[in-house]
């Protein structure tokens, strides 16, 4: 009876996830993304916005898999750094991939969604 037992609990722990094992593809996250402002004078995979030079405000960071929202906020620049997914500038959507930048020209961004991330691309929050 020992042997049976020990074999199903083997059985079952070879199909099990280990604790703590991740279950998602490689680049991908469970959704836990940020907006924060980003650390000056640092390179970063992060996504960065660029405020307006007349806000005297660094960039706005923005990582991980997920959806936030910058509320209106008018930005000058983009830097996608290694991720890809989209987000919406006065009310058009635009989707972004590695390495991918754009001038924004005074846009409201109002929500940014990472789906994942790939490759070594960064930007420099300066």
């Known amino acids: 009876m020992a042997t049976s ?3 199903a609990v083997a059985c079952t722990a070879a199909f099990t996830p280990a604790a703590g094992a991740a279950t998602t593809t ?3 996250a469970a959704p836990r993304a940020f907006a924060r402002n980003c650390t000056i004078g640092t390179s970063t995979t992060s ?3 660029y405020w307006l030079p007349s806000a005297h405000h660094g960039p706005t960071c923005v ?3 997920g959806t936030v929202s910058l509320h ?3 930005m ?5 750094g290694n991720n890809f997914g989209y987000f919406y500038a006065n009310g058009h959507k635009l989707s ?3 390495g991918s930048t754009f001038e924004l020209f005074s846009a409201k ?3 940014v969604h990472i789906s994942g991330w790939g490759g070594s691309s960064k930007c420099f929050a300066g």
Request: glycine share 16%; net charge positive; hydrophobic share 45%.
């Open 5 to 7: 037992f020990t074999g």
């Open 72 to 74: 209106g906020i008018k």
């Open 76 to 80: 000058s620049a983009f830097c996608a």
């Open 96 to 98: 972004f991939f590695s």
């Open 47 to 49: 996504v960065h916005f």
């Open 63 to 65: 990582g991980e898999a």
């Open 109 to 111: 961004i109002t929500q």
């Open 26 to 28: 490689m680049g991908k």
